[in-house]
């Protein structure tokens, strides 16, 4: 039987793993514990995404577990063994915001969680394909010390610089930067997956995301920044920026689209590879011209302010450079615009 774990299956990325690849498998289990509620609170719950998932997934599995629980999961793991062929890990504490009010929870959660399911993977089915889902927050605020130009309605890193047209790739440094406790607890998550891939010689790939996004994301403030902003609008609730003057740029990756991207690498994995993965130059865009798509569509103003203060480590400019991953993956194609994705969530959200 071939096997797919999930976990973090019922937030936008585990979900979206397994709707995706329902028919790819024989058998998808699913872990999560909706955590997202006691970080957020009940805006945050994922419990409606399990209940259809249970609902609507013949061939799915759910188990209510903590990754922390070493014991719980060993369990799991020994049960289906080397049936087992791909785990995708998205589980996490996602905010760095968030992190600051409980580091030791989310580096528990984070590295810790990590840890265990690398070697359960180790132990039960070494052969299988484990995939992380890192962040672009490994590398700090490293990105702001680019030669970055205001423009109009954004900021855009000076035209001169070899990252103009392409975007960041997975060469710039992790050190000498502020990362936000959040990106300490993912990038020692994300060098792990490294190591165990070169080390143990397991087959494992790392993306390092920029917003990953889509409708089926549950948002918060504190994360989730483009489903947060439609949730806004059609609630005409008020918004706030943190700093940069509203014209900090994000790159947005469909979770479709990057979930195509995890089963291109399962077809052909690498051992410890590290891919940067996000809208790239398809896909990006400031919070300001979000927010002037957003009335585009909506037809309505958006009520907004501009805090002076910026969020810790927060990035000033990140496009992600797709070059690597498309060249080692080249059928792989990424199929939604900015405003695709907007116009999703105003429809199905």
Not at 325 to 339: A, C, G, I
Request: aromatic share 12%.
């Amino acid at each position: 039987m071939d096997i797919l774990v999930v976990t973090g299956s019922s937030g936008l990325i585990g979900s979206e793993s397994v709707l995706t690849l329902k028919d790819k498998f024989d058998l998808i289990i699913g872990i999560d514990n909706n955590q997202r509620q006691i970080f957020f609170g009940s805006s945050g719950s994922t419990l409606w995404r399990k209940e259809q998932l249970e609902k609507d997934i013949d061939n799915y599995i759910h188990y209510d577990m903590d990754i922390r629980d070493e014991i719980g999961l060993g369990k799991i793991f020994k049960k289906y063994g080397q049936d087992i062929k791909l785990i995708i890990h998205a589980a996490a504490q996602p905010s760095h915001d968030w992190a600051a009010n409980n580091p030791k929870m989310d580096f528990t959660i984070n590295s810790l969680g990590t840890l265990n399911l690398l070697e359960c993977t180790r132990e039960f089915c070494p052969n299988s394909v484990f995939i992380f889902t890192s962040t672009n927050k490994v590398y700090g605020d490293r990105p702001n010390t680019l030669p970055i130009v205001e423009k109009s309605t954004r900021w855009e890193i000076s035209s001169e610089h070899e990252y103009y047209n392409k975007g960041i790739n997975e060469e710039m440094s992790i050190d000498s930067s502020t990362h936000s406790l959040f990106g300490v607890s993912k990038l020692s998550a994300d060098v792990m997956c490294q190591e165990y891939g070169r080390y143990f010689n397991l087959k494992i790939g790392i993306f390092r995301g920029g917003c990953l996004t889509g409708s089926g994301h549950s948002g918060v403030e504190l994360h989730g920044f483009l489903s947060y902003l439609v949730k806004c609008s059609k609630l005409k609730k008020h918004y706030t920026i943190f700093g940069y003057k509203g014209k900090q740029v994000r790159d947005n990756i469909h979770s479709k689209d990057l979930i195509s991207a995890f089963f291109e690498f399962y077809k052909n994995p690498r051992h410890g590879e590290v891919y940067n993965i996000g809208g790239g130059l398809k896909s990006n865009c400031s919070v300001i011209e979000a927010i002037n798509l957003i009335e585009d569509i909506s037809g309505q103003k958006f009520k907004y302010t501009i805090s002076e203060n910026n969020r810790i480590g927060d990035h000033i400019w990140y496009v992600s450079d797709l070059t690597k991953f498309k060249t080692h993956f080249p059928k792989w194609n990424q199929e939604y615009s900015l405003r695709m994705i907007i116009e999703e969530m105003f429809n199905e959200s």
